[in-house]
């Protein structure tokens, strides 16, 4: 979730802490070796929303597909540890299961076209199943269409879609995702103290970017000390997030919570060190490595998570039972949970991050 990132101090600063604090990632990321990660992700906790009231329950793969079908996979990009984490699970179940898988990528969320023109080499290529991280669900309905057509079954994976738009689909209830990291900000303020809060919830019109914000809200709301002073909708990489946070700082001088996107988080740490501002919070909506560095040492408060390694896992597999019209559940949701100092002792981290020792996989061969 990043783009072309413009040169400024902050961003240089915060590229030497990255690389400085890189061997901290590292021993956090692979604290479970990548063969105690495969055998622990099943069955994972989840909720089985497919008749639309979300019913507490587990998840377990089929152990193998019925023949070395071809599956296409469709990503927004693979800029940040959070789509490498989604692709780290789905190429793991894909080489578990025995099918082929060839994963693409548009470059980024202004790239629906792109995105548009890989779903139609997929459908050409006589896939058999499409896996697709929407950049626009509702701009995705006549691709969804056509496959339906041809009998090609999609599994949207991770980004919101419309209600029925697919025969399956995983992704995490973003608006209840964005309430717990509320709910996380209010467990660590104290009574009478005031919340002067800014959010940058990440691209407009990206469905889960406006879910985050509606979640949040509707959590601090709870509270009577707290105040949304701006909403600030932006691309979320960290140029153009720092950008929108260099600017709230000017517009909104008794600002002292932000709260955004991963990117958003990352952008903030340097941007109030530099404004000379300790006293502002920072609140990520979801999770990738450098969220779980800066909780370590203290520079954010909390983070948001939703198993991205779980989701991809789980997206093969409803592919497979598609393909081979076996039962599946029409839409699972992870189980969203939040993460600061007090919890991070418990995550499962072998759902949340890929091993910080694995490289992106763009294609799996079947044996």
């Given at each position: ?27 956090a990321a692979t604290s479970l070796s990548p063969a105690a ?43 940040d540890s959070f789509w490498v984490a989604v692709a780290y ?279």
């Amino acid at each position: 979730m990043s783009t072309t990132a413009t040169r400024s101090p902050v961003l240089s600063r915060l590229r030497r802490r990255t690389l400085a604090s890189a061997a901290l990632l590292a021993f956090a990321a692979t604290s479970l070796s990548p063969a105690a990660a495969e055998t622990k992700w099943f069955p994972m906790k989840i909720y089985d929303a497919s008749s639309g009231a979300p019913k507490a329950a587990e998840y377990t793969p089929l152990a193998k597909a019925g023949k070395p079908y071809n599956i296409c996979v469709l990503f927004p990009h693979m800029k940040d540890s959070f789509w490498v984490a989604v692709a780290y699970g789905i190429v793991k179940q894909a080489e578990t299961s025995n099918v082929n898988m060839n994963l693409y990528e548009a470059g980024g969320y202004e790239n629906l076209p792109k995105q548009l023109s890989q779903f139609d080499d997929c459908m050409a290529a006589k896939a058999d199943a499409i896996i697709v991280g929407a950049i626009s669900g509702a701009g995705l309905m006549k691709k969804f269409e056509e496959a339906k057509a041809k009998g090609i079954p999609v599994v949207g994976v991770t980004n919101p879609l419309p209600p029925n738009a697919l025969p399956a689909a995983n992704y995490v209830d973003f608006v209840a995702m964005g309430e717990v990291t509320g709910e996380g900000l209010l467990a660590q303020t104290k009574p009478g103290e005031k919340l002067n809060i800014v959010t940058f919830p990440g691209p407009a019109g990206s469905g889960w970017a406006e879910s985050f914000n509606e979640g949040f809200k509707k959590a601090v709301a709870k509270n009577p000390d707290a105040k949304i002073l701006g909403e600030k909708f932006g691309d979320s990489g960290v140029a153009v997030q720092l950008q929108l946070i260099q600017d709230a700082l000017q517009a909104y001088p008794s600002i002292n919570v932000i709260w955004g996107t991963a990117p958003t988080a990352e952008a903030a740490i340097g941007a109030v060190a530099e404004a000379g501002r300790s006293d502002i919070k920072i609140v990520s909506s979801y999770e990738n490595q450098a969220m779980l560095d800066a909780l370590n040492r203290g520079d954010i408060l909390a983070f948001a998570t939703q198993y991205p390694v779980g989701e991809g896992a789980i997206a093969i597999d409803q592919a497979i039972r598609l393909i081979e019209k076996k039962p599946v559940m029409s839409l699972v949701q992870p189980v969203a949970a939040v993460i600061d100092k007090t919890t991070v002792p418990n995550l499962q981290m072998d759902l949340v991050l890929a091993p910080a020792s694995w490289s992106p996989v763009y294609s799996v061969k079947a044996k």
